[in-house]
């Protein structure tokens, strides 16, 4: 009887748009105490756009976004999207970099003809050798503690203003001294994801979250959402630590998330839920994929398990 229980409720799974690729998982799916969700791109479109760009004295908004499009070269991550996009509908020309370097989870390291950067901004002291070019850096604020870097009145207020909304903010540095812009950027919560969270809750089910970006943004979120615990500023490798510190709490953990930095967090949970559309690394290391990427097939998932194995006893 079990592999015909078995083969029903993999075809059951597949008409409501999820793919099992462990069986033990889908079981332990009933039991479940927590759903840990990853922020951007699961419970949020992650279709990211630039609503706002605050610069400092020397800079303009143009000259900011040519240096920002040019330091995110060809990154597929949203914030890279979004910032490229931002250039190219105001026609702006990205500055040409050498010397790309990703900062996992932080942010990305380029080198720009000196010429490109304002003058203004320039230390008067650099030691830097100006014929190898000016360093820049973009990223969270993640990536100005890692610098140390200090942002100036005009910028910290227009971040704070952007948190308020739930905005994201991302900061760009010249030569790890100076933060010389800052980019608001709006991401869209789907539809999909509070009733996903209020049906978890009425079959008592905690909700969590999990994301790189800003305590700020995960706030409001989190708020907006109902969402029960939230934890901001992760950094890729710190993730799945945090599904292991709810588990450590004797939880059973279920991760949803579409990201290459979600990947270990979904190998680490009880059971990894991997969005369709994302990432071959992610869909690798979940257990079950949900093919609409569609946060209401969490539920949908539990249901399933609940009804099919309980025939099974
Ligand atoms: P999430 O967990 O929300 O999916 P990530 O772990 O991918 O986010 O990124 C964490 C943070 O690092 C982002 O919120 C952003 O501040 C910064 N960051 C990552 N990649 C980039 C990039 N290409 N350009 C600018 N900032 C970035
Ligand atoms: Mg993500």
Redesign the pocket.
């Known amino acids: 009887a079990v592999p015909l229980v078995v083969a029903i409720n993999t075809s059951t799974a597949a008409q409501n748009g999820m793919l099992i690729r462990d069986r033990i998982a889908m079981e332990e799916a009933r039991n479940l105490d927590t759903v840990m969700f990853?922020?951007?791109?699961t419970l949020t479109k992650g279709e990211q756009g630039v609503v706002g760009i605050e610069t400092v004295e020397g800079y303009d908004e143009q000259r900011a976004l040519a240096i920002a499009a040019g330091v995110?070269g060809d990154?597929e991550?949203m914030?890279?999207r979004a910032i490229r996009t931002a250039a190219s509908e105001r026609e702006v020309e990205r500055v040409s970099v050498s010397t790309f370097e990703n900062l996992r989870?932080?942010?990305?390291r380029a080198t720009v003809a000196p010429e490109m950067v304002p003058a203004s901004t320039r230390p008067s002291n650099s030691s830097s050798n100006p014929s190898k070019g000016e360093t820049i850096h973009?990223?969270?604020p993640?990536?100005l503690d890692r610098l140390g870097v200090e942002r100036p009145h005009s910028i910290v207020a227009f971040a704070d203003e952007a948190g308020k909304n739930a905005q994201?903010v991302?900061y760009l540095v010249h030569e790890e001294s100076s933060v010389v812009a800052a980019f608001a950027l709006a991401d869209v919560i789907r539809a999909e994801s509070r009733q996903a969270i209020d049906a978890l809750h009425a079959m008592g089910i905690e909700v969590a979250m999990l994301?790189?970006?800003s305590e700020d943004v995960a706030r409001a979120v989190a708020e907006e959402l109902g969402i029960d615990q939230y934890f901001a500023e992760v950094l890729?490798d710190e993730k799945d630590t945090t599904v292991a510190q709810l588990q450590s709490e004797g939880k059973l953990v279920a991760m949803v998330g579409d990201?290459v930095?979600d990947a270990p967090a979904l190998a680490r949970a009880d059971v990894g839920i991997a969005i369709g559309s994302g990432t071959d690394v992610a869909i690798e290391s979940g257990d079950i994929v949900l093919v609409d990427n569609d946060p209401r097939d969490v539920v949908r998932l539990v249901r399933l398990s609940a009804a099919s194995y309980r025939k099974m006893q």
Do not use: C, R, Y
């Open positions: 990853d922020k951007t791109g995110e990154s991550h914030i890279a989870g932080l942010g990305v973009l990223g969270g993640n990536l994201t991302i994301t790189g970006d890729p990201g930095n």
